[in-house]
């Protein structure tokens, strides 16, 4: 599988195990056991948008494509700029 295919199926595979609606992948690398993905979700929407609640979750899957394990490495508001959520 090509990069843009594992990011596919790691957006599918979040919003099935998770119930999140994914907004973007972020980054994707290939490793010696497969791939690692990072994917931007919508867990809580607010008014206004600026103060939806976003969080970036950490995919792992293998060649072949198959979810081996996901964690949510951070959560920010939407209005957030930067890295460290400084404006």
């Known amino acids: 599988m090509d990069g ?3 990011a596919r199926r790691a957006k599918e595979a979040l ?9 973007r992948v972020v980054g994707v ?3 010696d ?10 867990e809580l929407r607010r008014i206004p948008d600026s103060a939806d609640v976003l969080a970036t979750y950490l995919v792992d899957l293998d060649e072949e494509g198959n979810v081996v394990g996901y964690h949510r490495a951070r959560r920010y508001l939407r209005g957030q700029v930067g890295e460290d959520g400084a404006a």
């Open 29 to 31: 690398a290939k490793n």
């Open 33 to 42: 056991t497969g791939w690692h993905v990072s994917v931007d979700v919508l």
């Open 4 to 6: 843009l295919a594992i």
């Open 15 to 23: 919003a099935e195990q998770t119930g999140f609606r994914p907004e």
